[in-house]
């Protein structure tokens, strides 16, 4: 091979590694920043780029997607000196590459580092309770805070979400204790509620069986006295019949057989019974009759009298 042809495809190869060095074809979703002599000169945007070469050099190939950054679990004090065990991750995007490459060593460590020193001021400010319970007041702290700071990194904050917030062993026994005690506390104030429904139910139910007791006696004592009356007053009636029975003609005689007729049915009944063993017989039968009668007349003429 002649030194002719040796130059010839020397200066071929050069050519090519020069033209190769020349096109820069970026990808979608990413930003190339060049420098040249060591000096920041231009971005690189996706696509098909020339640049000159063995001059200018890319330095930083950045990307534009939202990058996720979970920033690690560490022990946070709340304000009223509860331990808490806190996590995150974060959503930021490169908006100024420029800014992203040259205002930082590492944007991404950077980012994590004032995620965990924001969320440790966020958190400080609140107690244990508010803590646990107002996510989305610390991640709006946490948005504010570190708004100004990711600019100036030419970075965007898209979001940023607390994923666990938990209190420390210790903490998470008296927490344990204290909701035991609470939820004691809740079912002693049930029971003694419903002994207390119960104790007022059942006073109100003696209450109305008294009165209804009460009542029926009262109703029975009022049924009673008019039956007295009634019995009086069928008393009253008899006897005056008796007596105009006993003014009449024959009344006597009549009386005399009626009152016979009833003393012997009486001893006949006496007789049958078991427990009688003696039956004391009057001497004289018509005597007693006649003075039966007799009282009957004295009490005619003295209903007449009344009249």
Request: net charge negative; proline share 2%.
């Amino acid at each position: 091979m002649s030194i002719g042809l040796i130059a010839i495809v020397i200066i071929l190869a050069v050519v090519l590694l020069t033209l190769f060095k020349c096109v820069r074809i970026v990808p979608q979703g990413q930003l190339w920043l060049v420098e040249r002599l060591g000096r920041y000169h231009k971005q690189l945007n996706a696509g098909l780029n020339i640049v000159i070469p063995f001059v200018d050099s890319v330095a930083y190939r950045l990307s534009t997607k939202d990058q996720i950054m979970k920033i690690p679990s560490q022990e946070v004090i709340s304000k009223d000196n509860a331990v808490l065990s806190v996590n995150a991750i974060t959503y930021v995007k490169v908006v100024d590459a420029q800014k992203a490459a040259y205002g930082v060593e590492n944007y991404q460590l950077a980012t994590v580092n004032l995620a965990m020193t924001s969320l440790r001021a966020a958190i400080g400010k609140l107690e244990l309770d508010e803590s646990l319970s107002q996510r989305d007041e610390i991640r709006a702290a946490l948005l504010n805070s570190m708004a100004d700071q990711m600019t100036d990194w030419g970075l965007e904050l898209r979001s940023i979400e607390i994923q666990d917030i938990n209190p420390s062993e210790s903490m998470q026994e008296s927490m344990e204790e204290q909701a035991a005690a609470e939820r004691k506390r809740k079912a002693t104030e049930t029971m003694a509620a419903g002994n207390k429904r119960a104790a007022i139910l059942e006073a109100e139910g003696v209450k109305e069986s008294t009165v209804l007791r009460a009542q029926a006696d009262k109703e029975a004592a009022v049924l009673h006295a008019e039956a007295h009356v009634s019995e009086a007053e069928g008393i009253k009636k008899a006897n005056e019949l008796l007596a105009e029975l006993m003014n009449n003609a024959g009344g006597e005689k009549a009386m005399q057989f009626q009152l016979a007729t009833r003393y012997i049915s009486a001893l006949s009944s006496l007789g049958e019974s078991e427990n009688a063993k003696i039956i004391a017989m009057p001497a004289d039968l018509n005597a007693a009759v006649s003075g039966l009668v007799g009282s009957g007349v004295a009490l005619g003429a003295g209903s007449e009298l009344a009249k």
